[in-house]
């Protein structure tokens, strides 16, 4: 065996698991309303591109975030639902940032990488094109 198939082994077994951990916390975002559940599938979904066609495939042709993932593939398609509760998430996620009392650099950093996020996300169609 060659070091580039080691390589090429070793990376597919690493996106493989970075996949699964992300699968993982999108079901957890499921459970818990603070907890984004879309970007974590949407990583999965890149991560098992690289490692995994079966994976890949059970992921998109998944009941329940089968047809939104296909549709951020396709078009980058962000469901008006995903960003609203992702703006809702990173506001209470601030808010509880404020309470504790950080440095005010912390808050300065959090509050520029919170507000590049929203323009990212309402920057993103909410539904696909209508044929």
């Known amino acids: 065996m060659n070091i580039k198939n080691v390589f090429i082994y ?5 996106f493989k698991l970075l996949g ?3 699968v993982l916390l999108g079901i ?3 459970i818990l309303p603070v907890m984004p559940t879309t970007p974590f599938l949407i990583l999965a979904l890149a991560c ?3 490692s995994s066609s079966a994976l890949e495939s059970w992921l998109l042709n998944h009941p329940r975030f089968g047809t939104t ?14 960003k609203y509760a992702a703006g809702i998430g990173m506001l209470v996620g601030f808010i509880f940032l404020l ?5 005010s650099w912390v808050i300065a950093l959090v509050a520029v990488v919170e507000v590049l996020v929203l323009t990212y996300l309402i920057s993103k169609p909410s539904a696909p094109p209508k044929k």
């Open 10 to 14: 070793y990376k597919n077994i690493g």
């Open 28 to 30: 957890i975002g499921v």
């Open 20 to 22: 699964l951990l992300c």
């Open 69 to 82: 993932l296909q549709h951020w593939r396709v078009h980058q398609v962000i469901p008006v639902k995903a």
């Open 48 to 50: 098992f591109a690289r």
């Open 99 to 103: 309470y504790s009392s950080p440095p």
